[in-house]
């Protein structure tokens, strides 16, 4: 009986030891999971893939305006300057004075019609400008009525002279561009007056 008992246990041993392991490990391992183990070097990079395709090409942006054309301000520049070399051409030649509230030329300043007739025959090319004045006592009309008395004054004097007309400009400016502003008869004197410019040209 007991010699039958211990051949059963021995059967039954060698069956467990011969059976087929379980899990994918190929044994049922039971209790906590070991420390991670150290990780190895990096391998090496990769070869470069091939280019993929290119991308569709985007919507056209918006026209730009259009810029302003320079053409209009060069020309205003070259008018300015063409303006300020002609101002720069005339250059004062004489003053011609007179008295109070007179446009009549005065004794002794008919040498300076002559020395202006003078300067135009050795220069041809030259022209002259007369331009009257008054001073600020009197009414702004009747100041301007009185330096153009003036101004044809000295423009009957020229031509009497033998000058030329078309060699003679003429403005009138009443008591504009005063010379001073000082209520002495020194400085009315200074005002009454036809300005002479030449232009040699």
Known sequence: MRRALLLSVLALFAVACTARPNGPTGWNIYGPPGPAGVAGPVGPVGPQGPTGPGGSAGMQGPAGSMGVQGAQGTQGTQGQAGAVADAMRWTKFKDILFDFDKSDLRSNETSKVSEIAAYLKDNPSAVIGIDGYADPRGT???????????????????????????????????????KCNVPTQECWQSDRRVEVLVNAR
């Open 140 to 178: 702004d009309r009747y100041n301007q009525a009185l330096s153009e008395r003036r101004v044809n004054a000295i423009r009957d004097a020229l031509l009497g002279v033998g000058v030329p007309a078309d060699k003679i400009t003429t403005g009138a400016f009443g008591e504009m561009r005063l």
